[in-house]
Nanobody
Framework: VQLQASGGGLVQAGGSLRLSCAAPRSIFSRVDMGWYRQVPGHQRELVATITTAGNSYYADSVEGRSTISRDNAKNTVYLQMNSLKPEDTAVYYC??????????WGQGTQVTVSS
């Protein structure tokens, strides 16, 4: 099972990016999805999650600036990030989880915010 993340890039502070993560159709509707990020030398940290029912949760660091959403028809979860700050610079990973599948990580996508 593979998750395909995309949408990272270089953006100036104050700008926006939308990350996308596609999951296999066979599992998508049955897994909670989330975005995490990691800076070299630091632990991977939660950014936002969304359940199969559409309930979302955000880390304090991105609350009010980010929106996680899922499109079950496209088997894709999105993370819209606005008002980006240099401290948002990290590799962003998507994650799928359910009791049946366990944790599945996607490959990372680099987000770099210049000051």
């Amino acid at each position: 099972v593979q998750l395909q993340a995309s949408g990272g890039g270089l953006v100036q502070a104050g700008g926006s990016l939308r990350l996308s993560c596609a999951a296999p159709r066979s599992i998508f509707s049955r897994v909670d999805m989330g975005w995490y990020r990691q800076v070299p030398g630091h632990q991977r940290e939660l950014v936002a999650t969304i359940t199969t029912a559409g309930n979302s949760y955000y880390a304090d660091s991105v609350e009010g600036r980010s929106t996680i959403s899922r499109d079950n028809a496209k088997n894709t979860v999105y993370l819209q990030m606005n008002s980006l700050k240099p401290e948002d610079t990290a590799v962003y990973y998507c994650r799928a989880w359910s009791i049946r599948t366990g944790i599945i990580w996607g490959q990372g996508t680099q987000v770099t915010v210049s000051s």
